[in-house]
Protein backbone atom coordinates (compact mmCIF):
# COMPACT_ATOMS: atom_id res chain seq x y z
CA UNK A 1 0.00 0.00 0.00
CA UNK A 2 1.41 3.30 -1.24
CA UNK A 3 -0.30 6.78 0.59
CA UNK A 4 0.41 10.14 -1.12
CA UNK A 5 -0.75 12.95 0.91
CA UNK A 6 -1.39 16.91 -0.17
CA UNK A 7 -2.94 19.93 0.53
CA UNK A 8 -0.83 21.39 3.73
CA UNK A 9 0.43 24.93 3.07
CA UNK A 10 1.00 28.28 4.97
CA UNK A 11 -2.66 29.80 6.33
CA UNK A 12 -3.56 32.53 8.98
CA UNK A 13 -5.36 31.62 12.16
CA UNK A 14 -8.46 30.75 11.42
CA UNK A 15 -8.36 30.03 7.80
CA UNK A 16 -8.76 26.41 6.60
CA UNK A 17 -7.51 23.86 4.02
CA UNK A 18 -8.10 20.57 3.00
CA UNK A 19 -5.77 17.50 2.96
CA UNK A 20 -5.82 14.94 1.02
CA UNK A 21 -4.50 11.52 0.88
CA UNK A 22 -4.29 9.14 -2.02
CA UNK A 23 -4.03 5.28 -1.64
CA UNK A 24 -2.64 2.55 -3.83
CA UNK A 25 -2.53 -0.86 -3.62
CA UNK A 26 -4.37 -3.98 -3.22
CA UNK A 27 -7.74 -4.20 -0.70
CA UNK A 28 -7.41 -0.55 0.45
CA UNK A 29 -11.16 0.50 0.53
CA UNK A 30 -11.32 -1.96 3.29
CA UNK A 31 -8.34 -0.39 5.58
CA UNK A 32 -9.06 2.41 8.30
CA UNK A 33 -7.35 5.24 6.99
CA UNK A 34 -6.53 8.15 9.54
CA UNK A 35 -4.54 11.52 10.12
CA UNK A 36 -1.25 12.04 12.54
CA UNK A 37 0.67 14.93 13.40
CA UNK A 38 3.94 15.97 14.32
CA UNK A 39 5.14 19.17 15.94
CA UNK A 40 9.18 20.30 16.05
CA UNK A 41 10.50 18.36 19.04
CA UNK A 42 7.04 15.94 19.99
CA UNK A 43 5.86 13.25 19.31
CA UNK A 44 3.80 12.15 16.39
CA UNK A 45 0.02 12.11 17.60
CA UNK A 46 -3.32 10.90 16.57
CA UNK A 47 -5.37 13.37 15.03
CA UNK A 48 -8.12 11.27 13.31
CA UNK A 49 -9.49 8.27 11.95
CA UNK A 50 -12.37 6.93 9.51
CA UNK A 51 -13.08 3.04 9.56
CA UNK A 52 -13.38 1.41 6.05
CA UNK A 53 -16.89 1.67 6.03
CA UNK A 54 -17.11 5.31 6.49
CA UNK A 55 -19.35 5.27 9.40
CA UNK A 56 -17.00 5.24 12.68
CA UNK A 57 -14.73 8.37 12.59
CA UNK A 58 -13.08 9.63 15.45
CA UNK A 59 -10.81 12.97 16.40
CA UNK A 60 -8.53 14.05 18.78
CA UNK A 61 -10.16 16.63 21.55
CA UNK A 62 -8.52 19.82 20.72
CA UNK A 63 -9.85 19.18 16.56
CA UNK A 64 -13.13 18.22 17.55
CA UNK A 65 -15.97 20.54 15.98
CA UNK A 66 -13.08 22.23 13.88
CA UNK A 67 -11.76 18.99 11.66
CA UNK A 68 -13.74 16.60 9.30
CA UNK A 69 -12.34 13.21 8.19
CA UNK A 70 -14.30 12.02 5.04
CA UNK A 71 -13.04 9.25 2.56
CA UNK A 72 -14.46 8.07 -1.31
CA UNK A 73 -13.21 5.02 -1.51
CA UNK A 74 -14.40 4.49 -5.16
CA UNK A 75 -10.72 6.56 -5.34
CA UNK A 76 -9.25 5.37 -2.45
CA UNK A 77 -9.19 8.85 -0.90
CA UNK A 78 -9.25 10.01 1.98
CA UNK A 79 -9.62 13.72 2.88
CA UNK A 80 -9.32 16.18 6.10
CA UNK A 81 -11.00 19.04 5.93
CA UNK A 82 -9.69 21.79 8.46
CA UNK A 83 -11.37 24.78 10.02
CA UNK A 84 -10.80 27.62 12.37
CA UNK A 85 -6.95 26.45 11.80
CA UNK A 86 -4.89 27.83 15.30
CA UNK A 87 -1.02 28.23 15.41
CA UNK A 88 -0.89 25.06 17.87
CA UNK A 89 -2.19 22.61 15.12
CA UNK A 90 0.84 23.58 13.28
CA UNK A 91 3.08 20.46 12.56
CA UNK A 92 3.95 17.61 9.48
CA UNK A 93 0.35 16.00 9.11
CA UNK A 94 0.48 12.14 8.04
CA UNK A 95 -1.83 9.92 6.74
CA UNK A 96 -2.04 6.59 7.69
CA UNK A 97 -3.77 3.22 6.66
CA UNK A 98 -4.54 -0.15 8.61
CA UNK A 99 -6.22 -3.62 7.75
CA UNK A 100 -6.67 -4.98 10.95
CA UNK A 101 -9.62 -2.98 13.14
CA UNK A 102 -12.57 -4.72 11.18
CA UNK A 103 -14.58 -1.61 11.06
CA UNK A 104 -12.78 0.98 13.34
CA UNK A 105 -9.64 2.35 14.00
CA UNK A 106 -7.15 2.83 16.19
CA UNK A 107 -5.87 5.85 17.92
CA UNK A 108 -2.17 4.15 18.70
CA UNK A 109 0.22 5.01 16.09
CA UNK A 110 2.65 1.65 16.39
CA UNK A 111 -1.21 -0.36 15.24
CA UNK A 112 -1.33 1.28 11.68
CA UNK A 113 0.82 -0.95 8.96
CA UNK A 114 1.49 2.21 6.25
CA UNK A 115 2.48 5.88 6.23
CA UNK A 116 2.48 8.50 3.64
CA UNK A 117 5.50 10.99 3.87
CA UNK A 118 3.75 14.11 5.34
CA UNK A 119 2.68 17.44 4.51
CA UNK A 120 3.82 20.48 6.44
CA UNK A 121 0.91 22.92 7.88
CA UNK A 122 1.69 25.86 9.23
CA UNK A 123 -0.91 28.36 11.26
CA UNK A 124 0.66 31.64 11.51
CA UNK A 125 -0.79 34.05 14.40
Known amino acids: VQLQACGGGLVQAGGSLRLSCAAS????????MGWFRQAPGKEREFVSA????????DYTDSVKGRFTISRDNANNTIYLQMNSLKPEDTAVYYC???????????????????WGQGTQVTVSS
Open 50 to 57: VSWSGINR
Open 25 to 32: GRAVSTYA
Open 96 to 114: AAGGRFGDSYSRVRSRWNY
